[in-house]
């Protein structure tokens, strides 16, 4: 299994970049390969005092940024630290690649690039969002502002496969992000996607989930379109951010509350742990061809190496194997 890791993605790259890896590899036992420019690659291992024989680096003479337009950077810049990095992955089903950087640019990659599974329509990106009883799976996030029911169906398919396999969750329950229960509620989108992934076999459908349901944990897995996932993405970080600001100012009232804060401390720790989007690291982008991982563009050293942990189970569970043989079983039910 080869990791490789953009090593110039991301807002914090490389420093961050090359942290995260260096922890990585020497938690996880494995060798890494980062894609960049070598000179700021290598200062950045020299100042950690990395081991040079844990790390194999790919020199790049261009960076693709977030004003990047995704698919013209793709095809232009072809020394980029990203686009090196796609072509490591295409054709090999034991590599997979950890990036930070833009992911409109990653995306178009993966389909450029890379290519999607056989029978798989269109990709989708996955978050891992923390919740009160349990996380629950989002897809897809953001990749395809507009679907097809059949693009939907797919989506169940492969979170249902990744959330048993990298996740651990046995027989996970899949909802279908609607405004409301009954099946016959939502656009004739939703309307006829409820139709096609309740005649999935092997998948655990319970029906449509309004939104005030989400926090709760309802089910595993969430699909909807990526245009109304990147909105529930983005209000649920805010809203997390929101109540952490209020959860403070109310902790800092007065001497009463400040001693009562000292008593929560721990508690509050453990809480600020679960929301923390660093120790989930990061989430396939499903449906491709290949092994790819993106990390929250604001990624820490934490993030990068969680994100790392998560392309190795993502490798070592199988996957993308897994995701064609699906595909290729539920025949006519997904096409």
Known sequence: MKVIVDGMG??????????????AAREYGI????????????????????????????????VITMEDSPVKAIRSKKDSSMVKGLEMVRGNADTVLVSAGSTGALLAGGLLK???????????????????????LLLDM??????????????????????????????????????????????????NAYQMISKLKNINFVGNIEARD?????VDILVCDGFTGNIVLKYTEGLASSLFAM?????????????????????????KKK??????????LLGINGGIIKAHGSSNATAIKNAIRQ?????????????????????????
């Not at 020299?46 to 680096?57: M, R, S, V, W, Y």
């Not at 000292?262 to 720790?269: E, Q």
């Not at 929301?275 to 396939?284: K, L, N, Q, V």
């Open 114 to 136: 890379v290519g999607r599974i056989k029978g798989i329509d269109r990709p989708a990106l996955t978050s891992l969002l923390p919740f009160r009883k349990k996380s629950t």
């Open 311 to 335: 392309g190795i189970a993502y490798m070592e569970n199988g996957v993308l194997e897994r995701i064609r043989s699906a595909v290729e079983s539920a025949g006519e039910d997904i096409r």
């Open 247 to 271: 959860l403070k100012d109310a902790m800092t009232q007065n001497a009463v509350s400040k001693l009562a804060a000292l008593a929560l401390k721990p508690s509050l720790k453990q809480f």
């Open 142 to 191: 953001g990749a395809n502002t507009e679907c097809k029911p059949v693009n939907l169906a797919q989506f169940a398919l492969m979170g249902t496969i990744y959330m048993e396999n990298v996740l651990g969750r046995k027989n996970p329950t899949v909802g279908l992000l609607n405004i409301g229960t009954e099946e016959t509620k939502g656009t004739e989108l939703y309307k």
């Open 275 to 284: 929301m923390d989007y660093t120790e989930i690291g990061g989430a396939p």
């Open 31 to 62: 060798k890494i390969v980062i894609t960049g420019d070598s000179v700021r690659l290598n200062e950045e291992l020299g100042k950690l005092n990395a081991p040079k024989d844990i790390f194999e680096i790919i020199h790049t003479s261009e």
């Open 10 to 23: 991301g807002d914090f790259a490389p420093r961050e970049i090359v942290k995260g890896s260096l922890t």
């Open 214 to 218: 989400v926090p709760e944990g309802a």
